[in-house]
């Protein structure tokens, strides 16, 4: 099968012919049908996170049509299409694992990090970890629902019951979450790079009432921020932008550090937390609700060889929307 492969960190993927995977125990075999491209890929290949198992296929939006089963995955039969997220497997012992939490499992394993990934014709993924996808969305619309929706409907419960809501960095993840804030009756303000007026748009044609640069003031007090963008400097300027008792929520695996700034802008109750990963239950309670929300996800497709041009893009903004690679 094709695959694009990363051989090490800082190099670009390369293309590769590698035999389909054979499915172990409750493992299924996926012929993947469309798999977005994330923030965390481009982490991953730029040597941000630590330790991925290269060779490795990144990619953890995964929808793929099961052609094959291991022993004992009868969860999906044959031909049902599925979702593959980032959560690829968690020990189920340990004291989060326990608690409701396998998000933050001590041995978490995660697709496209320490399992081979999506950017690729086929993947293979243990049932228990994979997702019914509701019919209403494309294979390339549904695909980045697997981890910008998911995470970024994790963020948003973490900003708790805010009315006004900022949201820092408006792309895969943010243009979903603005639906699904103002499908909940929130206030939505999105900040952008300075200057990225067609962001600004992108943002205001999905509900936000007021569009800027991360550098301006909103023109009232939030209640909550979620910050998409992986850049530091965004953490005190969100706590200048929340009002008493608001939240900041950190929702990028990876953010260059975090300035110094005065406890005045912290003082008041503020609350600076992040969130990470993805509990099975996050996914079951998104997907009820993509069903229910007619989500309208924009995606800009290339083909699977063209990853690096998507990885580029998304480096350097030129996206509207999610790159998803349709093999
Ligand atoms: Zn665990
Ligand atoms: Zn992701």
């Given at each position: 099968?094709?695959?694009?492969?990363?051989?090490?960190?800082?190099?670009?993927?390369?293309?590769?012919?590698?035999?389909?995977p054979?499915p172990?125990?409750?493992?299924l075999l996926l012929?993947?049908?469309?798999?977005?491209?994330?923030?965390?890929?481009?982490?991953?290949?730029?040597?941000?996170?630590?330790?991925?198992?290269?060779?490795?296929?990144?990619?953890?939006?995964?929808?793929?049509?099961?052609v094959a089963a291991?022993?004992?995955?009868?969860?999906?039969?044959?031909?049902?299409?599925?979702?593959?997220?980032?959560?690829?497997?968690?020990?189920?012992?340990?004291?989060?694992?326990?608690?409701?939490?396998?998000?933050?499992?001590?041995?978490?394993?995660?697709?496209?990090?320490?399992?081979?990934?999506?950017?690729?014709?086929y993947?293979v993924?243990?049932?228990?970890?994979?997702?019914?996808?509701?019919?209403?969305?494309?294979?390339?619309?549904?695909?980045?629902?697997?981890?910008?929706?998911?995470?970024?409907?994790?963020?948003?419960?973490?900003?708790?019951?805010?009315?006004?809501?900022?949201?820092?960095?408006?792309?895969?993840?943010?243009?979903?979450?603005?639906?699904?804030?103002?499908?909940?009756?929130?206030?939505?303000?999105?900040?952008?790079?300075?200057?990225?007026?067609?962001?600004?748009?992108?943002?205001?044609?999905?509900?936000?009432?007021?569009?800027?640069?991360?550098?301006?003031?909103?023109?009232?007090?939030?209640?909550?921020?979620?910050?998409?963008?992986?850049?530091?400097?965004?953490?005190?300027?969100?706590?200048?932008?929340?009002?008493?008792?608001?939240?900041?929520?950190?929702?990028?695996?990876?953010?260059?550090?975090?300035?110094?700034?005065?406890?005045?802008?912290?003082?008041?109750?503020?609350?600076?937390?992040?969130?990470?990963?993805?509990?099975?239950?996050?996914?079951?309670?998104?997907?009820?609700?993509?069903?229910?929300?007619?989500?309208?996800?924009?995606?800009?497709?290339?083909?699977?060889?063209?990853?690096?041009?998507?990885?580029?893009?998304?480096?350097?903004?030129?996206?509207?929307?999610?790159?998803?690679?349709?093999?």
């Open positions: 099968m094709h695959a694009m492969v990363l051989d090490r960190a800082g190099v670009p993927l390369r293309p590769r012919e590698l035999p389909v054979a172990g125990p409750g493992q012929r993947v049908a469309a798999c977005g491209i994330c923030r965390t890929d481009l982490h991953v290949a730029d040597g941000e996170l630590p330790d991925p198992a290269v060779p490795l296929v990144l990619g953890h939006e995964i929808v793929g049509t099961v291991g022993p004992g995955a009868e969860r999906f039969p044959s031909g049902t299409r599925v979702g593959v997220p980032w959560l690829g497997w968690t020990c189920g012992e340990c004291a989060y694992c326990g608690s409701g939490r396998e998000n933050l499992c001590d041995r978490a394993r995660f697709t496209g990090y320490q399992i081979d990934g999506g950017y690729a014709e993947a993924a243990d049932q228990r970890f994979c997702f019914p996808l509701p019919a209403r969305y494309a294979d390339a619309e549904a695909a980045p629902l697997l981890c910008a929706g998911l995470i970024g409907h994790r963020a948003l419960a973490a900003a708790g019951d805010a009315r006004r809501l900022g949201i820092y960095g408006f792309g895969a993840a943010a243009h979903l979450v603005a639906q699904v804030a103002r499908h909940e009756g929130r206030r939505v303000f999105a900040f952008t790079r300075a200057g990225d007026t067609d962001g600004q748009a992108f943002a205001r044609e999905l509900g936000a009432e007021w569009a800027g640069a991360s550098t301006e003031p909103p023109p009232e007090p939030l209640d909550a921020a979620l910050l998409f963008a992986p850049v530091g400097g965004l953490v005190p300027a969100a706590l200048r932008a929340v009002g008493k008792g608001g939240t900041v929520v950190c929702a990028g695996i990876h953010m260059s550090d975090i300035p110094g700034f005065p406890y005045e802008i912290l003082w008041g109750e503020r609350t600076v937390r992040s969130v990470a990963n993805l509990t099975r239950r996050d996914g079951e309670a998104f997907f009820r609700l993509a069903e229910r929300v007619p989500l309208r996800v924009t995606t800009e497709t290339l083909p699977l060889a063209s990853a690096n041009e998507g990885l580029a893009r998304l480096r350097e903004g030129r996206l509207r929307g999610a790159a998803v690679l349709l093999p």
